[in-house]
Nanobody, 123 residues
């Protein structure tokens, strides 16, 4: 599976962005998808995840209520709608997939990674 993340950019605090993660290759298997982010000098951290069916989602406490993860399996695409952005959301955002129906919050559990897309939020 190959993942292509897009949609990042530079915005002001309070603005919104929608990230997309398009999958190609062997997309016939069930796979859960997550978004992680990494700020300069920090470890990669979990942001949000969604099950294969889309029926289950999970969020980091820092983004709960502001970010929404969703997926369209007909388009092999997962989205991350980010509202009320804060400067502390600034990071490179990565989408990741694992060959299981259920998600994980751990980096080590994901086999496939996108290239990352930069999100910069200024105050």
């Amino acid at each position: 599976v190959q993942l292509q993340a897009s949609g990042g950019g530079s915005v002001q605090a309070g603005d919104s962005l929608r990230l997309s993660c398009a999958a190609s290759g062997r997309t016939d298997s069930m796979y859960a998808v997550a978004w992680f982010r990494q700020a300069p000098g920090k470890e990669r951290e979990f942001v949000a995840a969604i099950t294969w069916s889309g029926g289950g989602t999970y969020y980091a406490t820092s983004v709960k209520g502001r970010f929404t993860i969703s997926r369209d399996n007909t388009k092999n695409t997962v989205y991350l709608q980010m509202n009320s952005l804060k400067p502390e959301d600034t990071a490179v955002y990565y989408c990741a997939a694992r060959n299981f129906a259920w998600y994980s919050v751990f980096v080590r559990d994901y086999e496939y990674w996108g290239q990352g897309t930069q999100v910069t939020v200024s105050s």
